[in-house]
């Protein structure tokens, strides 16, 4: 079973463009999770997906920030116009159902260096 | 507001030794702790986990311990090995709006020295 993949591994962009993340869950994960770790510093909850919907998304900075996931597969996560803070690791996370019970499975993450 | 704390950056250990990893939290609201593991380059894997009825779970070479009074969690690693380094994040579940969401520390990185 292939497990959480994120794409691209590593993007360095300038202060004032756009990036767009991308994440593919474990096949049949209704459960989508986005964090993101600054460096030395804790990983952070950004938002939650059940399906297509946004189930909490109170982690996210601000609006420059955009999360999708049409038709309930994989997730995209654009920001725009990033600033210098936005720098870190971005983790995309997935599990079967949302408790107690059900591990999160995380993918190897999108490191982005904004410059 | 940090609400899950590792306070140790970096911890080295010998082989063969016992390596703990400790853990605080603030909210006396959480009610399931989870220890990650991450090697370089990859994702946070799931290790060990505990529910706050319990005050100990035990995996093979892994035991988490539970002091609620305290706020304060363990992982035990006996006997440690070179494979064991890694960064781990303690973490809690918190509960909000539906989604059960984790909320880590900043991560300890143990360093198992052959």
């Not at chain 1, 993007?11 to 990036?19: A, L, N, P, R, Y």
């Not at chain 1, 601000?62 to 597969?73: K, M, S």
């Not at chain 1, 971005?90 to 190897?108: H, K, V």
């Amino acid at each position: 079973e292939a497990g959480v993949t994120q794409f691209p591994s590593h993007s360095v962009i300038e202060k004032g463009q756009t990036v767009t993340l991308r994440c593919d869950p474990i096949s049949g994960h209704d459960n989508l999770y986005w964090y993101r770790r600054v460096m030395g510093k804790e990983i952070k909850f950004l938002l939650h997906f059940v399906k297509e919907s946004k189930q909490d998304e109170s982690g996210m900075p601000n609006n420059r920030f955009l999360a999708e996931r049409t038709g309930g597969t994989y997730s995209t996560l654009k920001v725009q116009p990033a600033e210098l803070e936005d720098s870190g690791v971005y983790f995309c996370a997935s599990s079967q159902g949302s408790g107690f019970r059900y591990e999160q499975y995380f993918g190897p993450g999108t490191r982005l260096t904004v410059t | 507001d940090q609400q899950v704390k590792q306070n140790s950056p970096s911890l080295s250990v010998q082989e063969g030794r016992i390596s703990i990893l400790n853990c605080d939290y603030t909210n006396s609201m959480f009610d399931y702790f989870l220890w990650y593991k991450k090697y370089p380059a990859e994702g946070p894997t799931f290790l060990i986990s505990i529910s706050s009825i319990k005050d100990k779970n035990e995996d093979g070479r892994f035991t988490v311990f539970l002091n609620k009074s305290a706020k304060h969690l363990s992982l035990h690693i006996v006997p440690s090995q070179p494979g064991d380094s890694a960064v781990y994040f303690c973490a809690a579940i918190g509960t909000t709006s539906g989604t059960y969401k984790y909320i880590f520390g900043t991560g300890t990185r143990l360093k198992v020295l052959a």
